[in-house]
């Protein structure tokens, strides 16, 4: 028994992991976007329709059978994409637009301890020490990182207001993926959350006017975030959160902030502080200590049957 649950727990945690550092691409790959003159809706908009295509077709190739799902109940997954998952999205993004990055970053990444929290509260989830103190441990991280950017200028309100409830809807999002997802392949997720923010995204874009990338290279970042921290991190997405829940989920996605941090030094040319080495070093050892520890747990002894039946008697 033990076996198998490392079994499971394991390449979804291999796949958080994964799946996370893709997502650390996509404020780089914003900016880009940004500049050429898309709007929070229109990138995100083209990034899921074209994911789409590519998800459906990944799905055909598998055989597997969307309609068949949707008729067994994978719409939930599409209503939910589209409610809280385009929520938590568009108010992470647009903060970007007028917030520093460094400000709404740190914001977000408070999800962790939300989901902890809300793990507790709605599903009486038990709170291990050693899961909170590793959260901790991530949140220092990510305010030695974050903390130069603190230090500029003044706060921008709208900006403020985007990011705040961020990682309040994102928490809810994680807590109920883990539990509708673990009833359908993880194409079937993915599909169905990138398919309802679509809609969503899509009814905004005929609202607000939909902007069209004007270079073949911004074309070329558009597909790459469709495909890239799009359709193969969502599907990476939709594997891990109902192996691992939503907490430990949560906690391993901190990978993201790391790969933040490596694209501004190697790509940007930011200076490596030792406030910024320290904070990654405390993210890595965070995400380590509690990926070992869950480990450990699997490998304890349980307890003989005989002796399980003399307690219960």
Sequence with gaps: MIQVESARVWPAALAALSGSALVGLMPL???????????????????????????????????IGLRAAWRGGAWRILLLGATLGAAQTLCFWESLKTLETSIAVLLFYTYPAVTLVLDRVLFAQPIRPLAVACILVILLGAGLITAPGLEGGTIDLRGLLWAIP????????????????????PL?????????????????????????????ATWAVLVFIAL????????????????????????????????????????????????????????????????????????????PPVAQSAGAA
């Design 228 to 303: 890239g921290p799009g359709a193969l991190t969502m599907s990476l997405f939709a594997f891990s959160v109902p192996r691992l829940g939503a907490s430990s989920f949560a906690i391993l996605a901190n990978a993201e902030l790391v790969t933040v941090v490596l694209i501004g030094i190697l790509l940007l040319g930011e200076a490596v502080t030792p406030g910024r080495a320290i904070g990654a070093l405390l993210i890595v050892a965070g995400i380590l200590t509690y990926g070992l520890s869950r480990r450990a747990v699997e490998r304890a002894p349980s307890s």
């Design 166 to 185: 961020s990682p309040l809807v994102y928490a809810f999002y994680l807590a109920i993926n883990s539990r509708l997802l673990r009833h359908y392949p």
């Design 29 to 63: 790959m914003a900016r880009v976007l940004y500049d050429d003159g898309l709007s929070a809706p229109s990138m995100l908009f083209w990034r899921y329709a074209i994911a789409l295509v590519a998800l459906a077709a990944a799905a055909r190739a598998m055989r």
């Design 188 to 216: 079937v997720g993915a599909t169905g959350l990138f398919g309802g923010m679509a809609v969503t995204f899509g009814v905004m874009v005929l609202l607000l006017g939909l902007e069209m990338p004007t270079t073949p």
